[in-house]
């Protein structure tokens, strides 16, 4: 049985943990801090493969919506995962990129279409038609959000009761045992080793911390994120909205989950976070003028953190190039992609299968 360690317990070590458990390897997942606490506890969530060219990089995206879809049948019920579409309406001077989007998404196959007001007020009732105005609207049916703490947890939960995967929170790796080019275990802060034939790093924006060897870096190119929450509010918004305005989707008991753009380029990861900073009011403001009905509400909590992005943007999955045993799963978009992710990680270390879907998203690229 090849024994395996998998670095970090996100919705990235979460899938490929559950896979590699599934394929019948021995997993150990180590964590530094508690399953779901990096960046994908502090995610907009939104599933989607809406504006991500080229096309094999939309393929990855489209393979992790269908991979959540089908966990459908497997697990019985996917309460982590939450469907329904999502509409766009975009400023004048966007609005020709949309189309172009749109076009190229069908052209691929992709559920995007135009709908009508009638339509979005059917969808969305509680949305001010004002703030539409004469904007095209697209609706995307097949894509929807996740709770990601939520969905990490039944996985490994699954890899645990299922499939005997060991889960230890609290324990930092801090580096790689080598024996030659091999790398044989990890080194936990507290001096622990755990060995392995494989050790696969899933540490996200930390990918880099968990070894000292500088040839194992992976060049990162990371963006911070700001998100606001709403108390729970008289809105009755049923899917991922991307507006003029403001980003909202629900998250939960009638909360509200708002991320704008142009505000994550004005913080920085030290920015001091407080619910009644400006940034966070005018993102409420933004979506009061989208739902008037929410009325004169405060945000109720703030959040940052950072993408953990690979240095050209795209994926880097596959085996760290120059040594054996270590392979990378690092990438953007990881909420959507992971439930895929996993199942190619999983088959690529356990059945020897080379995945073609990822061959343009090697780490080696990085090391030429
Ligand atoms: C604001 C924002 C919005 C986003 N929106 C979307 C979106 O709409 N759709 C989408 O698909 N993606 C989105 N993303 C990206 C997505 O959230 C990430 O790609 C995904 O969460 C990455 O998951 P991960 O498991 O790789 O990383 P993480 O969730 O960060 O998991 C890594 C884990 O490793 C642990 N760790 C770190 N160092 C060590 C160590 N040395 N030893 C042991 N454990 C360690 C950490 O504690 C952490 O739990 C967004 C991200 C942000 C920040």
């Known amino acids: 049985m090849i024994k395996t360690i998998v670095i970090g317990a996100g919705v990235m070590g979460a899938s490929v943990a ?46 992790g919506m269908k991979a959540h879809a089908a966990l459908a049948d497997e697990f019985g019920a996917t309460p982590w995962w939450h469907g329904g579409g999502s509409l766009e309406w975009e400023a004048e001077p966007d609005r020709a990129a949309q189309a172009a989007n749109l076009e190229q998404l069908r052209s691929w196959g992709y559920a995007a279409e135009w709908v009508t007001l009638r339509q979005v007020e059917e969808l969305e009732p509680d949305i ?30 699954a890899a645990r009761r299922r499939h005997g995967a060991k889960v230890v929170c609290g324990a930092r790796v801090v580096d790689l045992i080598m024996a030659g080019d091999r790398v044989t275990g990890v080194r936990l802060a507290d001096g622990t080793q755990y060995e392995a034939d494989t050790v696969v790093n899933c540490a996200g924006r930390w990918t880099n911390e968990a070894t000292h060897e500088a040839g194992l870096h992976l060049p990162l190119a990371p963006t911070v994120g700001f998100l606001v929450f709403t108390p729970p509010v008289a809105a ?22 708002l991320h704008w753009n142009p505000t994550d380029a004005t913080m920085s990861f030290d920015t001091k976070l ?48 120059r040594t054996s045993g270590y392979y990378l799963a690092v990438t953007h978009s ?35």
């Open 18 to 63: 559950y896979r590699l458990a599934q394929a019948g390897a021995e997993v150990t997942v180590l964590e530094a801090t508690r399953v779901g606490g990096g960046t994908s506890g502090i995610s907009f969530a939104w599933t989607n493969a809406h504006n991500k060219p080229p096309k094999p990089y939309h393929d990855l995206n489209v393979a």
């Open 128 to 157: 001010d038609p004002a703030t539409i105005g004469d904007a095209p609207v697209a609706f995307f049916a097949d894509e929807g959000w996740l709770d990601p703490v939520v969905y990490a947890h039944a996985m490994l939960s």
């Open 236 to 257: 009755s918004l049923g899917r991922v909205v991307r507006t003029t305005v403001v980003h909202a989707r629900p998250d939960g008991a009638g909360r509200l989950l």
């Open 274 to 321: 407080s619910p009644s900073m400006p940034e966070a009011r005018d993102l409420v403001r933004r979506a009061r003028q989208l739902l008037p009905s929410i009325g004169e509400v405060e945000p109720e909590a703030v959040r940052i953190a950072i993408r953990p992005i690979p240095g050209d943007h795209f994926s880097a999955i596959g085996p760290m190039p």
């Open 334 to 368: 990881g909420v959507t992609m992971s439930p895929f992710l996993g199942a190619a990680v999983a088959d690529e270390i356990v059945r020897g299968r080379q995945r073609a879907e990822l061959a343009d998203f090697r780490p080696a690229r990085f090391f030429n």
